[in-house]
């Protein structure tokens, strides 16, 4: 039987996923909470220009930049995530593309991220192998 709905009919009453405004506010507070980061992270780079490599292991050895390069990782790869999600959800029309492309990103941001992290955690601990 052919449905004689138009395309309004056949989507009233279905409701919103209710996943998009919770997806660009969290966009919009991770962008927020880069902008000091990025900024504590340029600031503290200029200051160890040139600067030996005992000074910058010192550097991450503080617990304070340790935490705040921890969460510089984890938020810009959850922001760029979530941003190159929008991108293929807009630009990408094969949904099985679609889906393969999104899990990947987020795959290879969680990847990423823990890599880069377990790399911080190893010279703030002075593990050595």
Known sequence: MQD?????GRVRG??????????WWVQRLTALALVPLSLWFIYSMIR?????HS??????????NAVLM???IATTFHHAQLGLQVVIEDYVHHEGRKLASIITIKFLAVLLAAAAIFGV????????S
Not at 4 to 8: A, D, F, Y
Not at 14 to 23: F, P
Not at 55 to 64: N, P, Q, R, Y
């Open 4 to 8: 004689v709905r138009t395309p309004l």
């Open 70 to 72: 921890i969460v510089l």
């Open 14 to 23: 279905l409701g919103s996923a209710k996943e998009g405004v919770q997806h």
């Open 48 to 52: 160890l220009t040139g600067a030996e």
């Open 121 to 128: 955690l190893r010279i703030a601990l002075g593990v050595n």
């Open 55 to 64: 000074i910058v292991v010192a550097w991450f050895g503080h617990t304070l």
